[in-house]
């Protein structure tokens, strides 16, 4: 038995798309499951659109999710000769045929067609012709010779046993009048020297498996296994495309969602096992299969993997989520300076509460963060004289204590509560616009015993609020 080949074929002609990663991801997965190979195709042959940008971005998100390739990536403009040596052997057997027709012509039976409202289908005209009629300007295409006949059965893993009649399959174009090949040639020629057991894809490619099932069929080729997975829509029901917002990893990362909790989210969207939710890495390649595909598309939900990025936040290693936040303020906000990095990282317990991105955590912290404390204009307008009492009544008070905690500080709230004839929120509010900027925020013991006697005391003699 052959051993399994997936792999993940993006074109660099534009970011990864949010939809490309969990193709991969589901190839990944099935390969290491089955203790197989999963390979990166970069198909590049759209010389105009690729740009090498977007082949590294490729790259670069799916080592950010945690999806490794084996092997160097296959660049498939560096294969095109293998492609044309194919084209010219379907040609050579009768499985192909040169098509003299003009880009005139073409465009007249799309445009019959168009009248007739029925899809277009090349009407064959050069199938049987012989080239001694042909005409001398036109540089022919090489077209494939689809069946005319009977049904094809496509015995698919995910969607079932699919049926079509041979006839609604034209005799597609396989090599350009440049001389350049199209997608399903190369795809199937690639695949074919890859060794590829299994082409897991969206199920936008259903018509083209159709292709490439017939061009394996007239190599006499080993027909590999094919899997096709719903799309992935938006909340709203519609597909999801590129110009869609959140649709790269980018604009996952830029807001501090985790790559863990991105891959589980994704794993979970259209495959499902039992009624289990969390998956850890080690999880989801023992009990990943295609059997747990569902055959429906599957809606992207931001509060879902908003969700899931909390859970991931209050469950992980402290150490570990003071790296990913150290990494993620360096790459989208400001670097943690290294005298703070302590104080942050012995904060994490209460900066993470309700917390549901890096972002979150990053501005929870930023009273922590910054030298010099930035006020909300609207925030610093509460500060009145009544609210000005409370902060040097506390700070006059907090001289005598000798160590911050809940113990030392409850009683000088409780004491400053009664003198001011006010609330918890009457002393907590001012205390936090004064240490913070904000009066949202962390709880103010917190912020107190985070911040230390010197810099609270500093903090609380600020000429902006005195």
Known sequence: ?????????????????????????????????????????????????????????????????????????????????????????????????????????????????????????????????????????????????????????????????????????????????????????????????????????????????????????????????????????????????????????DDYSKIGIMPDALRNYLLRLGWSYKDKEIFTLDESIKLFNLEGIGKSPSKLDMNRILSMNEHYIKNIDENDLFDQLTEYCKLYKSEIQSDKKDKIKESLIFLKNKAKTLEDIFNNGQYIMVDEVNFNQDDIKLIDDKAKKVISDFNAQLGSVDKLNKETLEPIVNELIKSNDTNFKGVGQPLRIALTGSKFGPGIYDIIISLGKDEVRKRLTSKKIS
């Open 1 to 249: 038995m052959k051993k399994v080949a997936t792999r993940f074929a993006p074109s660099p002609t534009g970011p990864l798309h949010i939809g490309g990663v969990r193709t991969a991801l589901f190839n990944w997965l099935y390969s290491k499951n089955q203790n197989g190979k999963f390979y990166l195709r970069v198909e590049d042959t759209d010389k105009e659109r690729s740009k090498e940008e977007y082949k590294n971005q490729i790259i670069k998100s799916l080592k950010w999710i945690g999806i490794n390739y084996d092997e160097k990536e296959y660049i498939q403009s560096n294969k095109i000769k293998d492609h044309v040596k194919i084209a010219n052997e379907l040609l050579k057997n009768g499985q192909a045929y040169k098509c003299y027709c003009s880009s005139e012509e073409i465009e007249e039976q799309k445009k019959r067609a168009k009248q007739k409202k029925i899809p277009y289908i090349y009407d064959r005209k050069w199938r049987d012709k012989s080239e001694a009629n042909a005409p001398k300007n036109i540089q022919p295409v090489i077209r494939f010779k689809s069946k005319i006949d009977g049904t094809s059965l496509l015995k698919d893993l995910v969607q079932g046993d699919v049926e079509i009649d041979n006839n609604t399959i034209e005799d597609f174009i396989i090599l350009r009048n440049d001389g350049t090949p199209t997608y399903n040639l190369s795809a199937s020629v690639d695949d074919h020297h890859m060794n590829v057991t299994h082409i897991i894809r969206g199920d936008d490619h259903k018509i083209n498996t159709f292709k490439q099932i017939q061009i394996y069929q007239a190599m006499k080729w080993e027909m590999p296994s094919f899997a096709h997975i719903p799309l992935i829509h938006t909340i709203e029901g519609k597909k999801l495309s590129k110009r869609d917002k959140a649709s790269t990893l």
